[in-house]
């Protein structure tokens, strides 16, 4: 099965919380054992799945990405958006969750993030959810 | 079903487009509705989803990685290339596409990408097509 | 097939090699051509496939990853292992292998690493078989 989420971002850099919307999906898929793999089709956003629970883990990553990549620095694309491409790279555009017993199997601390390097922007998410009994 | 495809790179770093070698394995497998992985099996390339129009995105790009980890620098591998390892631990290894009507699902300006930190090169991409129906 | 792995890790930052614990899960699940995906459950460790060979590329990405996210450094997260959380973010947290003729197909000189960048810590690993045939 395979649905599409829409994600509204509210700031440039942000790591917004989806995993509901992914446990939504992979509900009403029905299967109980497989997997669930997830893109961001965005060049200038990524995926991760990091910290739930305390929201100052979030500002230190997003504030070492901007140490290491600065918005303003030397770069030649002419849309002014180099960095978030950068940040995007490092972070990747894909990635994958288990789902037993027809849940997201996640680990205890881990939540599914849409990171937006490059907005305010409506992002999509594409989420495909695979059987392996 | 799973491919293998053989990429030629002409420069020691280098983002190389194979979505049209990637999409022709999706077409050959007939599935409607799935995901296409990808691997790298290499240790100093990678694979990334960026930017597909402007080439000035990928130059930026790897501008930004070789001042986050120069060529030259404080390593200890005999082999005088661990800037390459560390960049492609930084790119990653292996990704993912939904397939949607038989089709590549990627976003408008995204493009399947070889991330040659090597070479120039001759590297493999394995390509394996699930379906989700 | 679903299983999941127990890796004792022995240091804050260290790569473990599972390839042979990963191996064993595929050779149980009987699948001879199909992907075999990883996932780390946790929030300061990540997955990565580099070199089995010379331990010396090992100690040069933990030790750039080291310059690049310093474990004391401008971090406001209270418990004190923010840079443990940014670098698996640049690691990641998920990766898949290709399985042909029921083995892994991992490159010549590919192995599946736990990074560890917060321990010593008893870590998990979920393994999900899936068949492409």
């Given at each position: 099965?395979?649905?599409?989420?829409?994600?509204?971002?509210?700031?440039?850099?942000?790591?917004?919380?989806?995993?509901?919307?992914?446990?939504?999906?992979?509900?009403?898929?029905g299967v109980e054992e497989g997997l669930c793999a997830l893109l961001v089709p965005?060049?200038?956003?990524?995926?991760?799945?990091?910290?739930?629970?305390?929201?100052?883990?979030?500002?230190?990553?997003?504030?070492?990405?901007?140490?290491?990549?600065?918005?303003?620095?030397?770069?030649?694309?002419?849309e002014g958006n180099s960095a978030a491409h950068i940040k995007a790279f490092l972070?990747?555009?894909?990635?994958?969750?288990?789902?037993?017993?027809?849940?997201?199997?996640?680990?205890?601390?881990?939540?599914?993030?849409?990171?937006?390097?490059?907005?305010?922007?409506?992002r999509r998410v594409v989420v495909t959810v695979i059987s392996s009994s």
């Open positions: 099965m395979q649905r599409e989420l829409v994600v509204r971002t509210g700031s440039r850099a942000e790591l917004v919380d989806i995993t509901g919307q992914v446990a939504d999906v992979v509900r009403a898929s965005h060049t200038t956003a990524g995926l991760t799945l990091n910290e739930n629970w305390d929201p100052s883990v979030r500002r230190d990553i997003l504030a070492a990405l901007e140490r290491l990549v600065p918005w303003r620095g030397e770069y030649t694309h002419s972070c990747g555009f894909s990635a994958w969750v288990p789902i037993e017993g027809g849940l997201l199997s996640l680990g205890q601390w881990q939540g599914i993030y849409l990171a937006e390097f490059d907005g305010p922007r409506t």
